[in-house]
């Protein structure tokens, strides 16, 4: 799978932006705040209809436009397919696959897989749950349009069984439909659940042995899914708490609250690990992720690679960038030193300074 690829129009700092990229590495390099990363964020965007920053599509519209448009050309097994994105401020975006709108975001997954590396995602293990869902539900929801109805739909019940809530501090008769949402949220609550499980199921499958030469066979992990319904039935849960979640006006149960537990032997390091070993595991979290997109899509992603190198160690590095060979790597980075020094085949490197890319070669 190749982005060929990427036209940008009014799109962040770009007024108007033509790229191709080489099938193997690009690089983007120059100063900090020059428009690098809006390239990688176009480019997931147009995959996966959400900014990896979790912007809103007025916020990415060029100061003074009033819409801005996105084309990414992709390659698949020798087949071509055109998304074209339009991002306006006061209406949902618009989205066509070759030239043919579509009605829903599941239709575009699946077309190209994405994997996106800032160095957020190296703070994954220690910061708060939230990001390990979030980490979760992006992969997943790529790779499984059944997964991504499903959650859709949980996340409206929720949205829906919380304005209940609330409510009900006035309206009597609002209580009488709480049966009907809670039903439909235990529906699709296991079945997110049973798919999360899998998922993680998966990746330990994998993370294991990249996590073992990370740490030169010293340490071994496992991730263990953390329900918020403890040893209870999600139907079970909302029962219990049903009182609690009228008091608080909130859904306190559900797989919006779980979180997944990440333990190196007997430590669990998302609370006593050191950041090294923090660091590690999401790096080893990362290569695992790419690795499970290609047993599943039977092909290898495109590899979203944000000034990640220069938050790592060289035994790091030289460990990311001996897996990625193999496959196509958009790269961010202050200056293309640190690929020389490693003798890394660059393909292409563009220059980017003010929202103006040059080629370099």
Same mark, same amino acid.
């Not at 073992?212 to 340490?219: A, N, P, Q, R, S």
């Given at each position: 799978?190749?982005?060929?690829?990427?036209?940008?129009?009014?799109?962040?700092?770009?007024?108007?932006?033509?790229?191709?990229?080489?099938?193997?590495?690009?690089?983007?390099?120059?100063?900090?705040?020059?428009?690098?990363?809006?390239?990688?964020?176009?480019?997931?965007?147009?995959?996966?209809?959400?900014?990896?920053?979790?912007? =809103?599509?007025?916020?990415?519209?060029?100061?003074?436009?009033?819409?801005?448009?996105?084309?990414?050309?992709?390659?698949?097994?020798?087949?071509?397919?055109?998304?074209?994105?339009?991002?306006? !401020?006061?209406?949902?975006?618009?989205?066509?696959?070759?030239?043919?709108?579509?009605?829903?975001?599941?239709?575009?997954?699946?077309?190209?897989?994405?994997?996106?590396?800032?160095?957020?995602?190296?703070?994954?293990?220690?910061?708060?749950?939230?990001?390990?869902?979030?980490?979760?539900?992006?992969?997943?929801?790529?790779?499984? !349009?059944?997964?991504?109805?499903?959650?859709?739909?949980?996340?409206?019940?929720?949205?829906?069984?919380?304005?209940?809530? !609330?409510?009900?501090?006035?309206?009597?008769?609002?209580?009488?439909?709480?049966?009907?949402?809670?039903?439909?949220?235990?529906?699709?609550?296991?079945?997110?659940?049973?798919?999360?499980?899998?998922?993680?199921?998966?990746?330990?499958?994998?993370?294991?042995?990249?996590?073992?030469?990370?740490?030169?066979? !010293?340490?071994?992990?496992?991730?263990?899914?953390?329900?918020?319904? =403890?040893?209870?039935?999600?139907?079970?849960?909302?029962?219990?708490?049903?009182?609690?979640?009228?008091?608080?006006?909130?859904?306190?149960?559900?797989?919006?609250?779980?979180?997944?537990?990440?333990?190196?032997?007997?430590?669990?390091?998302?609370?006593?690990?050191?950041?090294?070993?923090?660091?590690?595991?999401?790096?080893?979290?990362?290569?695992?992720?790419?690795?499970?997109?290609?047993?599943?899509?039977?092909?290898?992603?495109?590899?979203?690679?944000?000034?990640?190198?220069?938050?790592?160690?060289?035994?790091?590095?030289?460990?990311?960038?001996?897996?990625?060979?193999?496959?196509?790597?958009?790269?961010?980075?202050?200056?293309?030193?640190?690929?020389?020094?490693?003798?890394?085949?660059?393909?292409?490197?563009?220059?980017?300074?003010?929202?103006?890319?040059?080629?370099?070669?």
């Amino acid at each position: 799978m190749k982005i060929k690829s990427l036209k940008l129009k009014n799109f962040r700092n770009y007024e108007l932006l033509n790229l191709e990229f080489d099938g193997s590495t690009n690089i983007f390099y120059g100063d900090n705040a020059q428009g690098k990363t809006n390239i990688l964020e176009a480019v997931y965007l147009s995959g996966t209809t959400k900014s990896h920053r979790g912007s =809103k599509d007025r916020d990415m519209i060029r100061f003074g436009a009033e819409e801005s448009h996105i084309e990414v050309i992709v390659e698949k097994r020798g087949i071509q397919d055109q998304i074209d994105m339009h991002l306006k !401020k006061n209406r949902p975006k618009g989205v066509a696959i070759n030239k043919i709108p579509i009605r829903k975001a599941g239709e575009l997954f699946g077309i190209v897989n994405l994997v996106f590396f800032s160095p957020e995602d190296l703070n994954i293990i220690k910061n708060g749950p939230a990001g390990r869902r979030k980490f979760i539900d992006l992969e997943l929801s790529q790779l499984d !349009k059944v997964y991504f109805n499903h959650l859709s739909n949980y996340s409206r019940i929720v949205n829906q069984r919380n304005h209940l809530l !609330k409510d009900s501090a006035y309206r009597q008769d609002a209580m009488e439909t709480l049966d009907i949402w809670d039903f439909q949220l235990v529906q699709y609550g296991n079945a997110i659940i049973a798919r999360r499980k899998q998922f993680v199921d998966e990746m330990n499958e994998i993370v294991s042995g990249i996590h073992k030469k990370l740490t030169g066979g !010293k340490e071994e992990i496992r991730l263990i899914y953390e329900p918020s319904t =403890k040893n209870m039935s999600l139907e079970q849960a909302l029962e219990m708490n049903r009182q609690r979640d009228i008091r608080m006006k909130s859904t306190s149960v559900g797989p919006h609250r779980d979180d997944v537990c990440f333990m190196v032997g007997n430590l669990d390091i998302r609370r006593f690990g050191s950041q090294g070993q923090q660091r590690t595991a999401a790096l080893s979290l990362k290569l695992a992720e790419i690795e499970l997109v290609k047993r599943v899509i039977g092909d290898t992603p495109v590899l979203l690679l944000d000034d990640v190198l220069s938050e790592l160690d060289k035994h790091r590095q030289n460990y990311l960038l001996d897996s990625i060979h193999d496959i196509q790597t958009l790269i961010t980075c202050t200056g293309v030193d640190e690929f020389v020094n490693h003798r890394f085949e660059v393909n292409k490197v563009f220059h980017v300074q003010n929202g103006q890319v040059i080629k370099e070669n």
